[in-house]
């Protein structure tokens, strides 16, 4: 047998066998070069937002910077267009699109994006804005202890605090004389804005709840719709 035959038979040999590790999917040869499917990554964040929720270390109880990774966008503090027959310095409460809006001049508004609870969907209307509290304390219903048992230690007042569910302030709103039990206030749980939580009023992160605070009179008409 010639050494051509020899490497013939050895060719063919080799070739079925390829072909059959083929068919069986053992292959090691790739197949042609696909191109990859680009990720979609989301936008980076202007620094004037990160600034805007950085820490606040000079606050009585000092704030750390909001985890913006757990806050859509759209809930951003922002000034935007906002055309109403409302007067300047009227607070707007949109509990179906979770928006607090602060009204300015010429058809503008601070907006804020906010988390709503049961107690913000109970009351709806006119009020004002009574007065305001820096970090107050938080005293839980009496139905509310009645509910929660572990509330009891809580009943005469929760310390103010980052624990404190009214978070960092407050505005309590009144009708007339008469005290509604509706408040605005702080909380620190940024994955609540836009959504509707268990309990609660109407939330707004620790740091649009003092910008609000900062800049609402008192006795400024509240709007719930």
Not at 13 to 22: D, Y
Not at 196 to 224: E, F, K, P, Q, W
């Amino acid at each position: 047998m010639t050494e051509l035959s020899i490497s013939r038979r050895g060719f063919m040999a080799g070739a079925s066998s390829l072909l059959a590790m083929t068919a069986a999917g053992c292959t090691t040869i790739l197949p042609p070069a696909r191109a990859t499917q680009q990720q979609t990554l989301p936008p980076p964040i202007p620094e004037e937002v990160v600034m805007m929720y950085a820490a606040r270390p000079e606050e009585q109880f000092p704030l750390p910077a909001v985890d913006l990774r757990y806050l859509d966008p759209q809930y951003f503090r922002r000034r935007v267009p906002y055309p109403t027959l409302e007067k300047p310095g009227t607070v707007i409460v949109d509990t179906a699109n979770f928006y607090v809006y602060h009204v300015e001049n010429d058809g503008m508004a601070m907006r804020y994006g906010a988390g709503m609870g049961r107690a913000g969907f109970e009351w709806s209307g006119r009020g004002h804005i009574a007065y305001s509290r820096e970090w107050p304390v938080w005293t839980p219903p009496s139905e509310m202890v009645d509910r929660q048992p572990e509330l009891e230690k809580w009943r005469r007042g929760q310390p103010p605090g980052l624990d404190n569910p009214l978070g960092a302030r407050a505005l309590y709103i009144h009708q007339g004389n008469r005290d509604t039990i509706y408040r605005v206030h702080g909380t620190g749980e940024t994955w609540t804005i836009g959504h509707a939580v268990s309990s609660g009023c109407v939330r707004l992160l620790h740091h649009d709840i003092i910008h609000l605070a900062d800049n609402v009179r008192y006795g400024s008409t509240i709007v719930v719709m």
